[in-house]
């Protein structure tokens, strides 16, 4: 019915034309995103010219560094001879030079696979952690661990971190049977102080009865030997392993109503937290000494350990608190209704859910306490800034400045980049298991 | 018949004080409490007995004593006659000095970043994401240390400055100088000084130029009263509004009062500006702020800002689409939609950790000592404790200046916050 | 007692209680090993090479005592010590000895309770200043910024010494040496001012050392020495001891190539042979073996020997032996006779 024969109506579809230039591929990306307005136009200007400048100051003197030599004087040498004078170029050789200092401070060099080994324990005793698919039995690895770490790294008889941890064996097992036979409030006592006896009067007899008997053991290293990356991830994987229990105890207690105990909780974490860890680090150089009886006297590394400990349990505490606070109230009523007492409910129900709610706040700490051992170089320690500054005052290499810091910054870079990342997507993930 | 019989006596037995929920918990709290004082008494014997050992005393007298060393930025005075007390008062002013400076440009530098972080520019939005994990994810200490570096690398040496055609020029007027020692800028004085016997020389000759601290509160006290008069003016003009609907103009009133009383002061005071100059080794006169301030303080606030942009960035994110929508709805451009719309309710979940961060920051600061900025950790924490061995003493007074500190930001951070707060229905 | 065994146990691998007795020498043989506070790094006194090997003048009086106690000179521990730990770390027990450019004087030997054995370098605070400036006398430096390092008493002189001359200074304190190198090339500082060792030490390393200057001033006595605790004097002499017994050996012709020699049998020089060991009873006296100087001295050889191998002229550090030259010599450097 309706007219087709229209003579002004097209009868034909056009061919399609290609859209404007301006409208397709790289030059509509770069309208779009960069030019879209005045304001966005001048942005993308500056920071276009910030990075020129950047990069046209930065790359030259880094790409023509300098690999081969075998001390500054040299590097100079041969800067003078390819470049001339007046150019500045970076010297890396220090670091082909001294590479093995930096990551590993002192340690003995035929015994830097103990170390590494030591890494790839800790991280297969971590995965039954952070993956609970995995299957319950690994979780042994993960308790074996801490302890093979430490002999590892430190060496030394065999047999004194097996009678260390055979007091957490017995706490395990005291716990059980006293819990079964008498009640569970006794099974928790008899978890502290069973191990706490054992290791006070058993753990030396036994130590030395073992070591005696079956000598068991790879070559010692002291703890001053070791240095650099080394010495920053042993203190900041040590201090956060030991601050979980405890931490997880001070945000217990500063939930808890008992008032004195609150109290002392709050008091603690607030005291820490309030204070800069540089003070508290020449707490343990400087007055850790006064604190104990007359004559003890520790390992500088170990009261560093120690130190760094209480510091990061009293964040800890903070991170896991925020896990219990963001527990539904429902889970703490339900597991109340089922007649469990407060450690169970503990147990089975709430701490199960707020730690895992806490992960990417435990990473988090982690990283800035990573960060935070480079610290110890003000009391005396062999961080990586610490390992720098030994090498700048050998003959050889003193005077060179930049270089040093730049691979230090880089190697941090790259370990707290990825684990920031990795808890990033771990904190995406428990959302979407959250909704 | 029922026989009635009295409910049984409620007689207390030992037992109860383990089994029963009403008694448990002071008996667990009653123990702990005893461990606890067990412990401190541990530690205070073990202190005691120690520094019988050692031949120590416990006492504070040392900080009556002559401290025999010199500071370079003192906001009070001081030379090296003075005791170490003042030495610690000089270096706590100073740890709040660039504390306070660190976070107000650390919050400006996070908002930007923040938000530009979103920008869909890609170029600007991956800068400023490049800047984020760079500062985040590198120890403050080394970017302290590389910063400071870097200032004294770039900027010229004060004699430079010098000779016919000088490789260095001072900027905006010849009244600024950026040097490798620091930054001089001009500051006001008084040739009319309420306290008036201090002369100091200026570049045009000798002019007698005070820097009284009675003018300075004479001007600040004057300026306090007109604040004070144009609030209350600004509580009549809104009576008004109240009343009639009408605001009165308040606004040239307003600049009246805040100007010109302030301007009659420093004119009677005859205030001048006394711009740096060229003499000696250094720059004199002026404001001089030292390079390790000034890396201190970049190093802080640029690193601290990166920390506040993700928080920034995460409050943005927070706040429902719905309100840019809606903001668009009404017509909103983009800018103000930002500024009227979403800063203010971002602000809500970005304070809690801002308050954080600000405390990080402040503890942070006492990283001066890798660049040589005398802050408390410095002259008390520092040179005092090593010069007269009395670390127990030293360390004490530092933690608890440091700890102190902490509770006053954030107790004022917190009121702050419950005041910013939505009342959650 | 238990509870010591285990800690015993944990003493073993090193990492905890080590209970000090009052003889720090019945501690260091028990121990096997000396504990010796160094710097955390000082080119030519002390600083570890690529292989961790502690070397330099400091470290080989830790190596001479090691020897003479021990018989071993690879029998010690370094603990690197800031300027701001190191007392702490000597009083604590945590070292036996310092051996760590430390300046010898009233309130540290007295006050903070340490006891100083002698001195193993004369030092003075000087400055260093560019050619260009055309500085030639520190009184010169009027209004001048001056680069110092930190937690020593390098700064109490620097005040001292401009109150004294009544000419202002604008000191800037930085930590270590090498961000204070760093500030100084930059010419952030005009000055530089440390002990003369050390600024002999850090320009010998400059691109250009001739054009950096040290000033003539010296404006304090710096006596460097190794230092123990206050209270135990057996310790004390065999440190002090040990020390003389190097300065004696130069004094006396004692070498490293002619040691063994010497010390096989009596020579015709009796207190060349009192203190090696092949006369008298001196060893025994100090409650250690009668070849005692003989191990000391075989580590390094004698005082002027470590002199030349760590800081002398002929090391990139290039120092004179100056007040540091035997007495006979015209220096300052004297031990008591072993007699």
Same mark, same amino acid.
């Given at each position: 019915m309706s007219d087709t024969n229209v003579s002004y109506v097209r009868k034909e579809m056009l061919a399609e034309a290609a859209p404007p230039v301006s409208e397709i591929g790289p030059v509509r990306w770069v309208r779009e995103n960069l030019f879209s307005s005045p304001l966005n136009a001048i942005l993308t200007i500056i920071s276009l010219y910030v990075i020129y400048w950047v990069v046209g100051h930065v790359a030259p003197w880094t790409i023509g560094g300098i690999w081969g030599a075998s001390s500054l004087t040299e590097c100079r040498e041969i800067r003078d001879a390819t470049v001339g004078s007046d150019h500045g170029i970076a010297c890396w050789s220090v670091l082909s030079h001294r590479w093995h200092q930096l990551l590993f401070g002192y340690y003995p060099s035929h015994l830097y696979w103990r170390p590494v080994l030591a890494l790839l324990l800790f991280l297969a005793g971590l995965v039954p952690v952070l993956y609970p698919d995995t299957s319950r039995k690994l979780l042994i690895v993960s308790a074996i661990a801490p302890f093979a770490c430490f002999w590892l790294l430190w060496g030394g008889s065999v047999w004194l971190p097996v009678s260390t941890a055979l007091g957490f064996v017995v706490g395990y097992f005291a716990f059980g049977l006293a819990t079964r036979l008498i009640s569970p409030l006794a099974g928790i006592l008899a978890a502290i102080i069973l191990p706490l006896l054992y290791w006070y009067f058993i753990a030396g007899d036994l130590y030395a009865a073992l070591a005696d008997t079956v000598p068991l053991g790879i070559e010692f290293v002291q703890s001053r030997d070791f240095g650099g990356f080394m010495l920053s991830v042993v203190i900041g994987l040590s201090a956060i392993v030991l601050s979980l229990p405890l931490g997880i105890l001070l945000a217990l207690a500063r939930q808890s109503d008992l008032f004195i105990i609150k109290t002392f909780a709050v008091v603690f974490i607030e005291v820490i937290r309030g204070v800069p860890l540089i003070v508290w680090l020449f707490t343990a150089q400087l007055l850790l000494n006064y604190f104990l009886p007359p004559g003890t006297n520790f390992d500088l590394t170990l009261r560093v350990i120690i130190m760094v400990t209480l510091f990061s349990a009293a964040y800890i505490a903070e991170v896991v608190r925020g896990g219990l606070a963001a527990l539904p109230k429902g889970q703490y009523e339900g597991a109340d209704s089922l007649g469990l007492n407060y450690w169970q409910s503990m147990r089975l129900i709430i701490l199960p859910q707020a730690l895992k709610i806490s992960i990417p706040g435990i990473v988090n700490t982690f990283i800035g306490l990573f960060k935070d051992t480079t610290l110890v170089v003000f009391i005396g320690l062999f961080d990586p800034l610490g390992i720098a500054s030994a090498v700048r005052a050998t003959t050889e290499w003193n005077g060179i400045y930049w270089e040093l810091f730049i691979f230090i910054g880089v190697m941090f870079f790259i370990a707290c980049f990825s684990m920031g990342r990795y808890s990033l997507q771990l904190e995406k993930k428990l959302q979407r298991e959250h909704r | 018949m029922s026989v009635l019989t009295d409910p049984p006596k409620p007689s207390f037995r030992l037992s109860q004080l383990l089994y029963d929920t009403r008694y448990r918990s002071i008996t667990i709290q009653v123990i702990a409490f005893i461990l606890i004082a067990c412990g401190l008494w541990w530690l205070v014997a073990n202190t005691i007995s120690n520094l019988n050992d050692l031949g120590k005393d416990f006492n504070y007298s040392f900080l009556g004593s002559a401290a025999g060393y010199d500071i370079n930025q003192q906001l009070i005075e001081y030379d090296s006659q003075k005791s170490h007390g003042r030495a610690a008062l000089v270096g706590i002013l100073n740890t709040l000095l660039v504390a306070f400076l660190g976070c107000i440009t650390a919050t400006i530098i996070g908002v930007i970043a923040g938000v530009l972080r979103l920008s869909k520019n890609w170029v600007v939005s991956s800068l400023m994401a490049v800047y984020v994990e760079g500062f985040r994810n590198v120890p403050l200490l080394l970017w302290i240390i590389l910063i400071f570096a870097v200032v004294t690398e770039s900027t010229p040496r004060p004699n430079e400055f010098r000779g016919e055609d000088p490789a260095a020029s001072m900027i905006l007027a010849d009244s600024m100088a950026i040097t490798n020692r620091g930054t001089y800028i001009p500051r006001i004085g008084f040739t009319n000084s309420m306290s008036g016997n201090e002369v100091v020389a200026s570049q045009e000759g000798l002019v007698p130029v005070a820097s009284g601290g009675i003018d300075w509160l004479l001007v600040i006290g004057t300026l306090i009263i007109s604040i004070i008069v144009v609030r209350t003016l600004n509580a009549r003009a809104s009576r008004i509004q109240e009343a009639t609907g009408d605001r009165p103009n308040t606004l040239w009133a307003n600049l009246a009062v805040l100007i010109i009383p302030v301007g009659i002061v420093l004119f009677f005071l005859g205030a001048t500006i006394v711009?740096? %100059?060229?003499?000696?080794?250094?720059?004199?006169?002026?404001?001089?702020?030292?390079?390790?301030?000034?890396? $201190?303080?970049?190093?802080?606030?640029? %690193?601290? !800002? /990166?920390?506040?942009?993700?928080?920034?960035? /995460?409050?943005?994110?927070?706040?429902?689409?719905?309100?840019?929508?809606? /903001?668009?709805?009404?017509?909103?451009?983009?800018?103000?939609?930002?500024?009227?719309?979403?800063?203010?309710?971002?602000?809500?979940?970005?304070i809690p950790p801002l308050i954080s961060q600000y405390l990080n920051l402040t503890k942070n600061s006492s990283l001066a000592i890798a660049v040589g900025y005398m802050d408390v950790r410095a002259t008390l924490g520092g040179i005092t404790i090593n010069q007269t061995g009395r670390e127990l003493e030293g360390m004490l007074l530092l933690g608890l200046f440091y700890l102190t500190l902490s509770l006053l930001i954030s107790g004022v951070m917190n009121v702050y916050n419950s005041r910013m707060k939505l009342t959650e229905r | 007692m238990k509870k010591t065994v285990f800690l015993g146990a944990l003493t073993v691998a090193g990492l905890s209680a080590a209970v000090?007795?009052?003889?720090?020498? +019945? +501690?260091?043989?028990?121990?096997?090993?000396?504990?010796?506070?160094?710097?955390?790094?000082?080119?030519? @006194?002390?600083?570890?090479?690529?292989?961790?090997?502690?070397?330099?003048?400091?470290?080989?009086?830790?190596?001479?005592?090691?020897?003479?106690?021990?018989?071993?000179?690879?029998?010690?521990?370094? =603990?690197?010590?800031?300027?701001?730990?190191?007392? #702490?770390?000597?009083?604590?027990?945590?070292?036996?000895?310092? /051996?760590?450019?430390?300046?010898? #004087?009233? &309130?540290?030997?007295?006050?903070?309770?340490?006891? @100083? =054995?002698?001195?193993?370098?004369?030092?003075?605070?000087?400055?260093? =200043?560019?050619?260009?400036?055309? =500085?030639?006398?520190?009184?010169?430096?009027?209004?001048? #910024?001056?680069?110092?390092?930190?937690?020593?008493? #390098?700064?109490?002189? $620097?005040?001292?010494?401009?109150?004294?001359?009544?000419?202002?200074?604008?000191?800037?304190?930085?930590?270590?040496?090498?961000?204070?190198?760093?500030? %100084?090339?930059?010419?952030?500082? +005009?000055? %530089?001012?440390?002990?003369?060792?050390?600024?002999?030490?850090?320009?010998?390393? @400059?691109?250009?050392?001739? +054009?950096?200057?040290?000033?003539?001033?010296?404006?304090?006595?710096?006596?460097?020495?190794?230092?123990?605790?206050?209270?135990?004097?057996?310790? !004390?002499?065999?440190?002090?001891?040990? *020390?003389?017994?190097?300065?004696?050996?130069?004094?006396?012709?004692?070498?490293?190539?002619?040691?063994?020699?010497?010390?096989?049998?009596?020579?015709?020089?009796?207190?060349?042979?009192?203190? *090696?060991?092949?006369?008298?009873? $001196?060893?025994?006296? $100090?409650?250690?073996?009668?070849?005692?100087?003989? &191990?000391?001295?075989?580590?390094g050889g004698n005082y002027g020997e470590v002199f030349e191998t760590n800081i002398g002229e002929n090391t990139p550090i290039g120092l004179a032996r100056g007040l540091n030259a035997q007495w006979t010599d015209g220096g300052l450097i004297y031990s008591p006779p072993f007699r």
């Open positions: - | 711009k740096p %100059y060229l003499k000696g080794f250094n720059f004199t006169e002026g404001v001089h702020l030292r390079n390790s301030l000034i890396a $201190l303080w970049l190093a802080l606030s640029v %690193y601290t !800002g /990166a920390f506040i942009a993700e928080n920034v960035r /995460a409050g943005i994110l927070a706040v429902s689409k719905g309100q840019t929508e809606a /903001a668009s709805a009404l017509g909103l451009q983009p800018n103000r939609t930002m500024s009227l719309v979403i800063l203010p309710q971002a602000m809500r979940v970005i | 000090a007795s009052a003889a720090t020498l +019945d +501690d260091v043989k028990a121990r096997g090993s000396l504990n010796c506070g160094v710097s955390t790094g000082l080119v030519g @006194f002390a600083a570890p090479d690529a292989n961790g090997e502690w070397a330099g003048f400091d470290v080989a009086v830790c190596r001479a005592v090691a020897a003479a106690v021990l018989g071993d000179p690879s029998a010690v521990e370094f =603990v690197p010590t800031t300027g701001q730990t190191r007392f #702490t770390a000597l009083a604590s027990g945590e070292v036996d000895m310092l /051996a760590r450019n430390t300046t010898w #004087t009233f &309130s540290r030997d007295n006050d903070l309770k340490f006891e @100083f =054995v002698g001195v193993n370098y004369y030092d003075g605070q000087g400055f260093m =200043v560019p050619k260009a400036l055309g =500085v030639m006398s520190a009184k010169d430096l009027d209004g001048a #910024t001056v680069c110092i390092q930190t937690g020593t008493t #390098t700064e109490l002189n $620097l005040a001292d010494f401009f109150r004294t001359n009544n000419i202002s200074y604008e000191p800037v304190p930085i930590e270590t040496n090498a961000e204070a190198q760093q500030q %100084y090339l930059a010419g952030a500082c +005009d000055v %530089y001012t440390t002990d003369a060792s050390g600024l002999a030490a850090t320009r010998a390393t @400059f691109e250009a050392p001739g +054009d950096h200057v040290v000033l003539p001033e010296i404006i304090s006595k710096e006596p460097l020495g190794p230092l123990v605790r206050h209270g135990d004097h057996e310790w !004390g002499d065999i440190v002090r001891w040990t *020390l003389n017994a190097m300065i004696t050996a130069e004094e006396l012709g004692v070498n490293s190539s002619n040691l063994s020699e010497l010390a096989a049998a009596p020579t015709n020089n009796p207190e060349i042979n009192r203190m *090696l060991g092949t006369e008298g009873e $001196l060893g025994a006296m $100090l409650g250690l073996d009668a070849d005692w100087a003989v &191990s000391a001295l075989a580590v």
